[in-house]
């Protein structure tokens, strides 16, 4: 059985990502400080195959420790949130994600070194890498061609992927770079330092576009506020279908040394997707009247990426469809609504 170590275990993504491999036999190690949610319960806490370690990914010591008898490790830790918080966190979301990536990418290093069995290092990037693009859709290569990200969360993404490939050029690493393209699912709440941000009479959840614009029609808003025009394009991706195009990566030979956009094909804008789930939440009869809101400075207005390198490298795809993600996350965002975690 082979051993994954996750950093960032108890985070949105993270949590379909422990759940990923231990469907697929893997003994999975998390480690998690708690930091953006406070401690969450997970589906697998008691699985056996499953371990997690509060603690600080900046420990190197014991993050080197725990990779000295793993095979892999997803590096998933950082700090993340929705657009509001580029602008409220930019300095932390570009030092402290720095020196977190640093210290799990020194730990590897000092396991590799020290004779451990750890075959890869798999990082998390994000679709932010292609902020400042001008050609669509984006195909892996382009981070480098087009101008860097404005937004510091953007240009740290980045840099995470310049940590892989240096340290595979010094060190010889072997590294995978994944780029997920918006993720949507359950799971995701309100963070411990998120600042409250109201658009018309609703606070913003999280600045993430579907559980914002969820919780705005199921709290009665209309007509409905979003942010923007409502001519940003972006693909929607379900959690799961994240999860499995990651895990299928990590003993694919296909990835070894190699970068993928993860993501769905599909496309929306803003407004088609308000559409979907007011006619979801209100039913097919009942009109949609919008009202445009002042955007965020990095709401990006395009984001569409080109997955045919993984689908024919990995044979990846995202199957999921929008309309059926959506059933699955506004009852969950119902019942946190009722709870108050969003």
Known sequence: MKKVVVTGSA??????IVEELLSKGYEVVGVDNYSKYGPV??????????T????????????TDLLMDADHMIAGAALIGGISYFHTYAYDLLAQNERIIASSTDAAIAAKKAGSRLEKVTYMSSSMVFESTDRWPSKEGDERLVPPPLSSYGFQKLAVEYFAIAAWDQYKLPYT??????????????????????????????????????QKILKGQDPLHILGEGNQVRHYTYGGDLARGIVLSLDHPGALNNDFNISTADGHTVTELADI?????????RPLNVVSDEGFEYDVQKRVPDVTKAREVLGFEATTKLEDMLD?????IENAIEDGTI
Do not use: Q
């Open 11 to 16: 985070g949105f993504i993270g949590g379909y």
């Open 41 to 50: 319960k997970k589906s697998y806490d008691d699985n056996p195959n499953y």
């Open 52 to 63: 997690l370690h509060v603690a600080d990914v900046e420990d190197t010591r014991l993050m």
């Open 177 to 214: 770079i994944l780029r997920p393209f918006n993720c949507v699912g359950i799971g995701e709440r309100r963070a411990l330092g998120d600042v409250e941000i109201h658009s018309g009479n609703v606070a913003l959840a999280m600045s993430h576009v579907v559980p914002d614009l969820v």
């Open 277 to 285: 789930i007011w006619h979801k939440i209100k039913g097919p009869e």
């Open 328 to 332: 699955e996350v506004i009852p969950w």
